[in-house]
């Protein structure tokens, strides 16, 4: 049954996953908030409601190596796989934003982790406000520089579908009620699943966190990112998957350890998992500059790909 557990909560976090970002983004256009402000803050925070639901639901349930692994996973899912991926299929362009911006503020967060982590092995309520304060500073830094831009930054029709602006408000609020629910059943379920599949495999939270529920909450990413590879449209760049792990670690992270401070369970988080993912974070910069510059290509891409199977090679046998 874990299994069943399992697939159903993602698909019922996939669904309401889905209805959210509808729901928000119909709102916002109701409250006349522009395109690219929508962009840039409400559908990547409700891309990462999954994450966030399952953190917050596993913390509560006194499993803090699923809240930590699964956001560690799920950063570490997105380069390795997610822009693997991508990239195999279509090659990528680098935008000035990720190398000034982007990308050197997912590092600072992510070495801010590991040091909130190594210091006293828990996240704390305070620590959590200091993330979520981070990740304010940063929209304010990407919204301000959107418009001061002589040419704002178009936000794609796939990530911000315009027809939403005309729904109704009796609509926006079934939705919102479908997603809602749909994240909060599919968290229970994942979580119940998780652990009971850890226990049945004999491994720890922690494995499965970091592997299947990290790649299952990483879906809507996948998808989005294969699909737009596919159509050979730019709607998923290097950018946005970045921005997808600031706001992983800042509100996810953050917003958890408000709601319940997050523990260090297993040491393997602080000398294996947590170093992962600053190699993934960290060898982007060589991949995007060396041999061809501002360019993601296909054998840069293959090289995430395997480097992503490996790494789930040795969770497991470790």
Same mark, same amino acid.
């Given at each position: 049954m874990s299994v069943v557990f399992i697939l159903l909560g993602l698909t019922l976090l996939v669904v309401g996953g889905e209805f959210l970002v509808r729901s928000s983004v119909a709102l916002s256009f109701r409250l006349h908030i522009s395109k690219m402000v929508i962009g840039l803050t409400v559908v990547s925070f409700a891309t990462s409601t999954p994450e966030l639901l399952v953190s917050v639901q596993a913390a509560l349930d006194g499993f803090s190596d699923i809240s930590l692994g699964n956001v560690i996973g799920s950063n570490i899912a997105n380069i390795g796989l997610v822009l693997g991926i991508t990239a195999i299929i279509s090659s990528l362009e680098i935008d000035k934003d990720f190398y000034k911006i982007n990308w050197p503020f997912m590092m600072l967060l992510s070495v801010a982790l590991y040091f909130i982590l190594n210091s006293g092995k828990i996240i704390t309520r305070v620590e959590g406000i200091c993330l979520l304060l981070a990740l304010v500073v940063y929209l304010w830094v990407i919204i301000s520089r959107a418009k001061k831009s002589r040419e704002p930054k178009e936000v794609s029709?796939? +990530?911000?579908? !315009?027809?939403?602006?005309?729904?109704?408000?009796?609509?926006? /609020?079934?939705?919102?009620?479908?997603?809602? !629910?749909?994240?909060w *059943? *599919?968290?229970?379920?994942?979580?119940?699943?998780? !652990?009971?599949?850890?226990?049945?495999?004999?491994? /720890? +939270?922690?494995?499965?966190?970091?592997?299947?529920?990290?790649? *299952?909450? /990483? !879906?809507? +990413?996948?998808?989005?990112?294969?699909?737009?590879?596919l159509k050979k449209e730019k709607a998923i760049s290097l950018g946005n998957l970045i921005g997808s792990n600031i706001f992983n670690i800042a509100s996810v992270l953050g917003i958890t350890a408000i709601i319940q401070p997050i523990a260090v369970v297993s040491e393997q988080v602080l000398t294996s998992d947590i170093f992962w993912m600053l190699a993934f974070s960290g060898a982007i910069i060589p991949l995007a500059f060396l041999p061809k510059r501002y360019i993601l290509s296909r054998y840069k891409g293959i090289i995430l790909f395997v480097s992503y199977a490996v790494f789930i090679g040795l969770i497991f046998s470790s």
């Open positions: 029709s796939d +990530e911000v579908n !315009v027809s939403l602006s005309k729904t109704s408000g009796f609509k926006i /609020s079934i939705w919102l009620l479908i997603g809602g !629910v749909a994240l *059943g *599919g968290s229970e379920l994942l979580v119940k699943g998780a !652990v009971d599949l850890a226990q049945l495999m004999g491994v /720890s +939270e922690r494995v499965i966190a970091v592997t299947m529920i990290a790649i *299952g909450t /990483s !879906v809507p +990413e996948l998808a989005a990112s294969v699909i737009a590879a």
